[in-house]
C-alpha cells in the first residue's frame, strides 16, 4: 500500500544522499572533519535503509506462509 511507497520513497531518497556523499569524497575537496561526518551520516543512511528493508522482506514472508 501507500506505507510501501513512503518506505521505498525514503530508501530512495537515502540512495540519492550516499551518492551525493560519494561524488563529495571522490573530488576530494573535503577536510578531515566534514569526511568524517559524511561517512557517520551514509552509514546511518545505509542502516535504515537495511531496516525497511529487513521489516518489508519479513513482510513479504508471512504473505507466503
Do not use: F, P, Q, Y
Amino acid at each position: 500500500g501507500s506505507e510501501m511507497c513512503i518506505r521505498d520513497r525514503a530508501c530512495a531518497d537515502a540512495m540519492a544522499e550516499i551518492e551525493k556523499i560519494l561524488t563529495r569524497l571522490r573530488s576530494e575537496e573535503m577536510d578531515v572533519d566534514s569526511l568524517a561526518a559524511e561517512v557517520k551520516r551514509a552509514t546511518e543512511l545505509i542502516a535504515s535503509c537495511k531496516t525497511r528493508l529487513r521489516k518489508a522482506e519479513a513482510d513479504v514472508n508471512k504473505v507466503l506462509e
